[in-house]
């Protein structure tokens, strides 16, 4: 009769979210049902025989480096292969300014150990991703938040929230997770005049940035930022880019581009920044697969390969993106709102106040279908009148039938709150 | 004219060890330099046909499955081969006490996330593995220390260093990093009754278990572990096993036996320490590359590839340790002393107390040949006068040209020490 661990030793880090939600959804794993609640790709866009291949060009012709350690920062040529890339976006960062990670997940885990002491604050979109205050949670962060509406962070909500003095501020401008929005170019420039003026830094969290379906890429906080200082400086001394000496550490992943499988994502920041980020990392897991980035390099560089891939992509999630619109259109009872998505793989939808989420899910799940309960991306445990829709892993006859399915419970709830009032 | 970011915002971690050491070690990758300072194994043994044959079944077969997200826990398969593969030496684990990192070096920081609290203290061996300092710096562990000796860890000195009140000790039993001892059957029981005695958990840290090259297999801790609790539940109701109740924690890799470029390891532990560690993943890096696991698990499940590997390892290692033992017989001054590892990938050197193994690294370096100064090693920044050699990675010539050359430059210098005296 020995007594278990947790009563012996105290035993530090709990779940996100409520364990209700977690129960919830692993009976969402009941093939039975379809899903809208994980953030999967779809799988059938995976360009898998391009990986056969370069798995065995790599290991045919340089197995051994393939297969032995490899330096913190990441293997060179990914890093120049990413570099190059994101210059045609306009984000003008060096090698050094760049370090591989194992997904993103590990992005935010390293901006985390780098930045945050126990009690920091951190300021966050309301809701934000999940997977951050998970990250966070670890280094015993507080949160403040400022909500976003159809046009993502409410920036004129932005100082007031400063008062309670972050630590750095997370933004994910581009279709944001789990809200599907935007944020316009006047609200990014507000933005980054207050992070200036208030002395706060921007975490950027750009992992959907490419898959846009509609309307013109917007630049990245991280070259608005570099702007802004150029045309200081050059009143000044004119001397040099404002790139890498901003306000912001921006991150991005090829999750969604190429395979999460892989586990590949990378950070870009001062050379400062990104040295302690390589000093973490270190002590983390030492370095990411050197196969696995030796692989993707060379995918990455088979001339034309990457962009056509990305436009194959954003022609599959752009269609079931506009079936899942016009099926929520159809299916959904008046009084429920959602986002329109500009691209991404998200949707964010608000039902009337007194429907909560949670209690709503064991009947959408009795119906078979999922989502995830909103409250799971409010820091400050609200929400509980939303959910968040993915629409990039069902198939189209999948999305169809589904939201069918889940207006049906919807009508039938509200139908059921609607009653004592019409009593 | 921007100020740098680590003058406007607190960045925390620093590197491990000294920064001189830092510099130093990044001179030892010159080519021309014969360098026993790393912990690599020897490339030319890596079975890559076995994975380029592998990657290419995962990838034909199970494409989709490979480069998806995964669960945290680990690739089902991967896990039941461990758990079998781990029943031979003893180790009694399901695959639910099973979690799969990326690399040894994550399940140190996995376990310092789970138990360390900011100020707590952690009882290790004096010296002990430099990765696991840099882990657990992250969570602002304090450290107590107990000196080993050509048998390990001296239990002995156990008790008055437990006065700390450490949360938990960490041993590396096997031909211990850096020390190359083990720890023998006597002192392993010792070990355990005063973990049990004060209620001390032990995190065994195994990498190099299987690659012995000389005496008999001993035990894990764990196993041994799991006796002392089924011989006095025996007593009481002689119910079920004591594995996975007691007061251990196991880690092991296949960065070692199989290759480090993949970043596989894994923990056992009690479900209830494992189910922390799997939430703690979760934020650290959401789980390691499907690919990478299911590559390995495909090689692994080939009929007597794994033994038949092992066996080839043991015997290239274990020639090279012989040569380097010899070697240093014939070409280090008197005075000078090492360890004779049984097995792994590093020995010991202590000089005569006057040397600096930090000021001799230069004169090492100039007369190309490179090891670890041993302060690295230290938690409390000690042991100036000694340094690790590797014996995996160099080749036969290499380890006799290399320890001519080390013992050339200790000749050296202790006639210089010596010269005083004489004048």
Not at 33 to 59: H, Q, Y
Not at 343 to 365: D, Q
Request: include cysteine.
């Amino acid at each position: 009769m020995t007594t278990p661990w947790n009563q012996r030793y105290a035993l530090r880090i709990q779940g996100m979210g409520s364990s209700i939600i977690r129960e919830l959804l692993k009976l969402t794993e009941n093939p039975e049902i379809i899903s809208f609640a994980g953030g999967l790709p779809a799988p059938e866009v995976f360009p898998v025989e391009a990986f056969r291949a370069a798995a065995d060009r790599v290991l045919r012709q340089h197995g051994r480096q393939a297969l032995q350690y490899s330096t913190t920062e990441g293997y060179t040529p990914l890093r120049e292969w990413i570099a190059d890339y994101m210059s045609k976006y306009g984000i003008e960062a060096g090698v050094d300014n760049i370090l591989i990670t194992s997904g993103s997940q590990q992005a935010l885990d390293l901006i985390g150990r780098i930045l945050i002491n126990p009690g920091d604050c951190i300021l966050t979109e309301r809701p934000t991703y999940l997977g951050a205050l998970q990250a966070w949670k670890a280094y015993q962060a507080a949160y403040t938040s400022v909500p976003i509406d159809d046009d993502g962070l409410q920036v004129d909500k932005l100082e007031e929230a400063l008062c309670a003095g972050p630590k750095f501020m997370y933004v994910l401008p581009n279709f944001q997770n789990p809200g599907g929005v935007t944020l316009p170019v006047a609200r990014r420039k507000t933005l980054l005049e207050i992070a200036d003026r208030y002395g706060v830094p921007i975490v950027e969290d750009d992992p959907y940035g490419e898959l846009r379906y509609e309307g013109e890429h917007l630049p990245p906080l991280v070259v608005m930022d570099a702007k802004i200082l150029n045309s200081r400086s050059s009143q000044s001394n004119g001397n040099g880019s404002g790139f890498m000496r901003g306000n912001v550490i921006y991150t991005s992943t090829f999750s969604k581009t190429l395979a999460p499988g892989l586990r590949l994502a990378w950070i870009v920041a001062p050379t400062e920044v990104l040295q302690r980020c390589v000093m973490a990392k270190q002590g983390m897991d030492l370095h990411t697969s050197s196969f696995v980035q030796m692989m993707a390099t060379e995918v990455l560089y088979q001339e034309g390969f990457y962009m056509e891939h990305v436009r194959t992509i954003r022609r599959v999630y752009g269609e079931r993106r506009q079936l899942m619109l016009a099926a929520l259109e159809r299916c959904f009872p008046p009084g429920t709102h959602w986002t329109r998505p500009q691209g991404g793989l998200f949707l964010w939808v608000t039902l009337p106040k007194p429907l909560n989420t949670i209690e709503l899910m064991p009947k959408a799940i009795a119906n078979k279908v999922a989502y995830v309960p909103g409250t799971a991306f409010f820091p400050d445990g609200s929400g509980h009148n939303t959910f968040r829709l993915n629409f990039s892993n069902a198939t189209p006859e999948q999305i169809e039938a589904g939201i069918e399915r889940l207006g049906k419970v919807l009508y039938e709830e509200l139908e059921k709150h609607a009653a004592p009032v019409l009593a």
